[in-house]
């Protein structure tokens, strides 16, 4: 054991040295070992141990993290590499959605280490689970004041995610670079147990792990029973058939979130994370029996985040947050790619195209999923959403399969959701995120989804049956998603809802069991020729996605528009619509210009929606008479 230590260190040596000959920033490689240099740094200037010193900003600075272009060299665990291949220890990123939040958590941020000629200095713990200490050296604690908090929340890749978004160019490339580079195995001298004081022996010296002491009052006490194993409770994705995909490259983490980040995070967003992988393979199997809130660091790494970018509506062309892909970036690109309107047109009747091939050939039909896959949420009216619809594709034809549908949109956005909406399914599938008190966890759901999925409920195989008090519970759900984009998580004896803007489409065989769907366009079968060129162009259909729907804001509508829009609504109200119809109009006006590229609602644009409502309309009086 001694050989294998001296031996692992030598090529952890060689290691280094490799990369430094290569010239890749210490940040990257050795994250805690700038981390421990700034520290020292600062208490030589006089701070005070727990304060901050600055490492965010240095690491910032250093990577030229300002400039998100530069994130691509940082490796990316969703980046189809698997997980032993990355350094432990090393600078990583991973994009994922927030599935449950932890409640804070004590450390133990500073401890003393001593040596046998009686020398002593302050080391930090941030940043990691454990700490390494020379041969000869001991830690101490200091006292209350080496404590401090941290928050942490559990990821998961984003559900749903198609196979186009998850090879992205930019992430498969720095994974590679990062599989690439000598596996670098660090030993582990000290550690102290979370949840016990007692101390496993190694062959050099005790190995001990910062306490961790919970804030909560109903958290364990220390030496309490584990509430159930973090085996038996599994990874928690939302879509259980997803902890398997890709061979073991599908991880989800614990991210331990410090200064202001630490409660920054909330559930259903998605982030990604900048910060220092934590994964021992030496120690997996000392933790196979924790909780389902401590799993091994084998099974659900530990990222301790540097800093956090959040990513709404995440596209993989466009990988990056709204703070720094600005309206003249965006502007730039949408010159790069549609500077003239003879090449959004191409791209525009490609798209209603290879839908319309999956709809029976249905053109009407692909242009409201063309709509609906520009909406987008802008603002607020009271509780109402600005901006986006719920679509109904009603009398589904029995010979066109549901899952062409859904294999086309796959194609084009980067999330697509297939549920299937039996009363079997509504009865026994967990809908809902259900808090578990006790594994303090929140329990995944299949409806907890990242923004921007697109959620299809497929209710084509529903039969008559009775539905039990979960089965009329899921309902209630699927409608609050679908119309007022909200999540509803089950706490037992109350509900807590969480905004969440997806795009849902309903597909049945008659009418949805969804009410108050906003558009409902009954499908027609017609005989269509297979678009030429239609699926040479996808690429360029899902930039034009991406781009339309990063910026969110209200279409310009003139005066003599608004006056033809009251004008033609006051008579299709003469055919007893609902009211609200007046309002997805709004929301259609704007993604139907949208599909063109376009800002103004032009009176010719108007005419053309009011055609194809009309067209609907005549449709659901002839369908639903």
Wanted: contains cysteine.
């Amino acid at each position: 054991q001694v050989l294998w230590s001296r031996f692992a260190q030598f090529q952890v040596g060689m290691a280094a040295s490799v990369v430094s000959m290569a010239g890749v920033p210490e940040e990257l490689v050795h994250p805690l070992t700038v981390v421990d240099a700034l520290f020292a740094r600062s208490l030589d200037g006089g701070r005070k141990p727990t304060e901050q010193w600055g490492e965010r900003e240095h690491f910032i600075r250093a990577l030229t993290l300002d400039d998100e272009m530069s994130l691509a060299r940082i490796p990316c665990l969703n980046g189809g590499v698997t997980l032993d291949r990355i350094p432990p220890f090393s600078l990583v990123r991973y994009r994922g959605l927030v599935q449950d939040v932890f409640e804070p958590e004590f450390y133990t941020a500073v401890l003393q280490e001593c040596d046998n000629a009686g020398s002593q200095k302050l080391v930090t713990t941030k940043y990691r689970e454990c700490l390494e200490t020379a041969a000869g050296r001991e830690l101490r604690e200091i006292g209350r004041g080496g404590l401090s908090s941290r928050g942490a929340c559990y990821c998961v890749p984003l559900p749903c995610e198609t196979s186009w978004a998850r090879a992205a160019p930019s992430d498969s490339e720095a994974s590679s670079r990062a599989g690439s580079r000598a596996d670098e195995r660090a030993s582990v001298n000290a550690k102290r147990s979370r949840s016990s004081e007692e101390d496993v022996e190694m062959e050099v010296t005790h190995v001990t792990e910062p306490k961790r002491l919970h804030t909560s009052v109903g958290a364990p006490a220390t030496g309490a029973p584990a509430v159930g194993t973090s085996d038996a409770f599994g990874l928690n994705f939302p879509i259980a058939s997803e902890e398997r995909r890709g061979g073991g490259t599908a991880v989800a983490c614990i991210a331990k979130l410090y200064d202001e980040d630490a409660e920054s995070v909330r559930v259903c967003e998605t982030v990604e994370i900048i910060g220092v992988l934590c994964v021992d393979p030496q120690l997996a199997s000392f933790d196979a029996s924790r909780d389902a809130r401590h799993p091994s660091t084998s099974l659900v790494p530990r990222i301790h985040a540097l800093c956090i970018r959040r990513l709404p509506f995440f596209h993989p062309d466009l990988p990056f947050s709204s703070a720094w892909l600005t309206e003249a970036r965006l502007a730039a690109a949408w010159q790069r790619h549609f500077a003239t309107q003879e090449l959004i047109a191409s791209v525009r009747g490609a798209a209603v195209g290879v839908l319309a091939q999956h709809l029976g050939g249905d053109a009407l039909a692909a242009e409201y999923v063309l709509m609906l896959l520009t909406s987008r949420c802008f603002g607020k009216h009271g509780d109402l959403s600005l901006g986006p619809f719920s679509l109904g594709l009603s009398v589904w034809p029995e010979t066109l399969p549901v899952t062409g549908l859904v294999s086309v949109l796959e194609e084009l956005v980067p999330r697509v959701a297939h549920l299937e909406v039996t009363a079997e399914a509504l009865n026994t599938k967990r809908w809902r995120p259900t808090k578990d008190f006790d594994a303090n966890r929140l329990v995944a759901g299949q409806l907890q989804l990242a923004a921007g999925t697109t959620v299809i409920f497929d209710e084509t195989q529903m039969k008559e049956g009775e539905l039990g008090c979960q089965g009329v519970k899921a309902i209630a759900a699927l409608n609050d998603l679908a119309m007022d984009q909200q999540l509803v998580c089950d706490f037992s004896s109350f509900d807590v809802r969480i905004p969440l803007e997806v795009q849902s489409i309903s597909v049945s065989a008659r009418r949805s069991i969804l009410q108050n769907i906003d558009i409902q366009v009954p499908v027609r079968m017609q005989a269509t020729e297979n678009p030429t060129g239609a699926f040479s162009a996808i690429q360029s259909v899902r930039l034009f996605l991406g781009l339309v729907t990063r910026s969110p804001r209200a279409v310009e509508i003139p005066a003599d528009v608004v006056e033809r829009f009251c004008t033609d609504f006051a008579q299709v109200r003469k055919r007893d619509v609902r009211s609200e119809l007046g309002h997805a109009w709004m929301n259609l006006a704007r993604a139907y210009c949208l599909t063109y590229g376009e800002r103004v609602l032009t009176l010719d644009r108007w005419t053309a929606l009011l055609a194809l409502e009309h067209e609907r309309l005549q449709r659901c009086q002839e369908a639903f008479a």
